[in-house]
């Protein structure tokens, strides 16, 4: 089965400064990589997502990197905000019928912004 | 607000207890889904309804018991649980069961 690794698992940046969080993944099938962002006390929300067609993808500040070669996708948030302090999860899944029951989550990356 | 609500949102219970947990979505999504949340761990797909139907049971103990009545309610029974079960429960509805994922607030069980 899938297997999906995420690092750091806690970051500090000072509000301002740029967030890097990276995950690698096993499976070559794996083709859709969503990020989730959980606020303290909800349930996560997705923030952007990324299919294997492409290896880039923005939305504001927040932008998604996939390398299918090396099988690691990161996650970046530019000017960060103290709005940013959540944990995030990365996953991975092959996009077929049932994409959703297949969806491996990474272990999450707590991030603080300092203010 | 997701459109997806749990109830309740803490739960302490005895091992010997019986209890449910509830989720209601308001989103007209057909997939439902049960996730196990603990610290330090990823998120663990428990069930997963599509159309009332359940898809998937990831080796999940029988003291965990789904029950989903129609497309837009999805409840966990639990009995004579162990203190390991004490965890974040998070009910999640998609539209199909590709693309994104719609979570609740969680229900905070203690197994005491």
């Known amino acids: 089965g899938e297997n999906v690794e995420q690092h750091p698992s806690t970051l500090s940046v000072q509000e301002g400064d740029s967030a890097v969080i990276k995950c690698t993944y096993s499976?070559?099938?794996?083709?859709?990589f969503p990020w989730y962002k959980q606020e303290l006390g909800k349930g996560p929300q997705l923030i952007i997502d990324?299919?294997?067609?492409?290896g880039e993808k923005k939305d504001q500040r927040i932008a998604v990197t996939l390398n299918k070669t090396a099988k690691h996708f990161s996650l970046h948030i530019t000017e960060t905000q103290p709005e940013d302090s959540a944990v995030y999860f990365c996953?991975?899944?092959?996009?077929?019928?049932?994409?959703?029951?297949?969806?491996?989550f990474g272990t999450g990356t707590r991030l603080t912004i300092i203010p | 607000e997701t459109g997806v609500t749990q109830t309740p949102r803490h739960l302490v219970m005895g091992m010997t207890n019986k209890k449910s947990l509830k989720c209601e979505q308001h989103?007209?999504?057909?997939?439902m889904y049960w996730y196990k949340q603990s610290a330090k761990k990823p998120l663990e797909l428990m069930f997963v309804?599509?159309?009332?139907?359940?898809?998937e049971n990831n080796s999940v103990p029988s003291r965990f018991s789904p029950e989903c009545p129609n497309s837009s309610h999805l409840f966990l029974h639990l009995h004579t649980l162990q203190p390991e079960d004490s965890a974040l429960y998070l009910c999640?509805?998609?539209?199909?069961?590709?693309?994104?994922?719609?979570f609740g607030e969680g229900s905070r069980l203690t197994v005491l």
């Open positions: 999640a509805s998609s539209l199909g069961t590709i693309g994104e994922l719609f």
């Open positions: 499976d070559s099938a794996s083709n859709y």
């Open positions: 990324i299919r294997s067609n492409v």
């Open positions: 996953a991975a899944s092959p996009i077929s019928n049932f994409g959703n029951e297949k969806l491996t």
């Open positions: 989103l007209g999504h057909n997939a």
């Open positions: 309804y599509n159309f009332k139907e359940q898809t």
